[in-house]
Nanobody
Framework: QVQLVESGGGLVQPGGSLRLSCAAS????????MTWYRQAPGKERELVAT???????NYADSVKGRFTISRDNSKKTMYLQMNSLKPEDTAVYYC??????????????????WGKGTLVTVSS
């Protein structure tokens, strides 16, 4: 019953900003690595940014200096602050997370989960 839901996508002009959110829900024991991916029209899905449970981050070269990944563990939510947006940032953005969950009060499992994506369109 673990679920990831992205939100915050929309239409913005070049140079504008947008903040994406990824909220996790369910019987979660721990959220480990969290990652933002994106897939532009006609292109393969690519990694955008990653954040560990210790808040260490990594970014694709194409977004360094413009995007910031963060997480709020109390809210079980990850964010992607996107500034100085370019038309080439247009894509469906997906949330991915490595999650340890509770089957019962004494039984844990671990899995990799995806959200359904949120569309970001950068256009004038």
């Amino acid at each position: 019953q673990v679920q990831l839901v992205e939100s915050g996508g929309g239409l913005v002009q070049p140079g504008g900003s947008l903040r994406l959110s990824c909220a996790a829900s369910g019987s979660i024991f721990n959220i480990n690595l969290m990652t933002w991916y994106r897939q532009a029209p006609g292109k393969e899905r690519e990694l955008v940014a990653t954040i560990t449970s210790g808040t260490s981050t990594n970014y694709a070269d194409s977004v360094k200096g413009r995007f910031t990944i963060s997480r709020d563990n109390s809210k079980k939510t990850m964010y992607l602050q996107m500034n100085s947006l370019k038309p080439e940032d247009t894509a469906v953005y997906y949330c991915n997370a490595d999650i340890t969950y509770l089957r019962t009060s004494s039984d844990k499992g671990r899995g990799n989960y995806w959200g359904k994506g949120t569309l970001v369109t950068v256009s004038s």
